[in-house]
């Protein structure tokens, strides 16, 4: 039958044929971030914290106040933090403009996750007088640095928005130092490629180049549960709000969510990366 009706084989193949690849391609992203654990270390007691009814800056995600929260919270064996951030890269084979991401010291040893060459980054990588040092995924490694084994210690040039004395925009060129290749697969903060990261600079005055929101990214103690962090945080708002009177974040506004779920929630919402919670920032 279908030998004497070409046409209507053609359309039976092309509709298995998109049927097959939709629902490859939906099993893929299913398997990737739900079937499949985090390839993280204990990836179940790894939480974000997300706050509601607060602004941008006066919340535990601010840039003044995260370490606040990093530093007197008790149901937390390490706090880390992240941000986005955007660079015109020169001094590789194709110059161009890639998002990057800026994170705290501590973040790849909260996740469990080493580089595959160099080191990590420091404590001190965090001061605002610190030398700019930088962090290459794999992919970038390999794709525009030709996978050299000798590319720590090696300089690339970076493009960014600076403040001026007016509170204009300026462009900056500045050198960051290579220090270290992550291994081949990682991505944070999404499971999308990211090509390269950067110390998050806490210091004050730091956050003029870079959006100052912080989003935090935690690791259980052992035994605590997402409802006494709930209300460990809720306290700990409190507290925030007697010293810095203009932080408005109050009790029951803050609370943790797993990693996982963080991840699962924005690929149900593609075009946000803030997986709802703050839409100002998508």
């Known amino acids: 039958m279908l030998a004497h009706r070409p046409s ?4 039976v193949v092309v509709i298995l044929a998109v049927g097959i690849a939709a629902n490859t391609a939906l099993f893929s992203v299913v398997n990737a971030v739900i079937l499949r654990p985090l390839p993280y270390e204990d990836p179940q007691r790894l939480v974000t914290v997300w706050e509601k009814g607060a602004r941008w800056d006066e919340g535990f995600e601010a840039r003044a106040h995260f370490p606040f929260l990093r530093e007197n919270n008790e149901v937390f064996e390490a706090v880390g933090g992240w941000c986005r951030c955007f660079f015109y890269v020169d001094g590789i084979d194709r110059p161009q403009e890639v998002h990057g991401c800026e994170v705290t010291a501590n ?3 909260l996740l469990g996750v080493s580089p595959a060459l ?74 999308r490629s990211m090509p390269l990261w950067t110390p998050l600079i806490l210091s004050e ?14 690791r259980l103690k052992k035994g605590v549960t997402q409802e006494r962090a709930d209300a460990d945080l809720g306290v700990l708002a409190g507290r925030l709000r007697q010293i810095a009177p203009k932080a408005k974040v109050e009790a029951g506004q803050v609370g943790v969510t797993r990693l996982l779920d963080q991840m699962v929630e924005g690929h149900r919402r593609l075009p946000c990366c803030c997986s709802g919670r703050r839409a100002s920032c998508c």
Do not use: C
Request: net charge negative; proline share 8%; aromatic share 10%.
């Open 107 to 109: 973040l790849f040893s």
């Open 205 to 218: 005055g730091a956050g003029g180049r870079q959006p100052m929101l912080i989003f935090p990214v935690a």
């Open 118 to 191: 160099g080191r990590g980054f420091l404590p001190e990588d965090e001061r605002l007088e610190s030398p700019h040092v930088v962090i290459l995924s794999d992919a970038f490694w390999r794709d525009h640095l030709g996978e050299s084994p000798d590319v720590l210690g090696k300089n690339l040039a970076f493009t960014v928005r600076m403040p001026s004395a007016t509170g204009e925009k300026v462009l900056k060129r500045e050198n960051y130092t290579i220090v270290g290749v992550m291994p081949a697969g990682f991505s944070f903060p999404s499971t």
């Open 8 to 11: 209507f084989a053609v359309l």
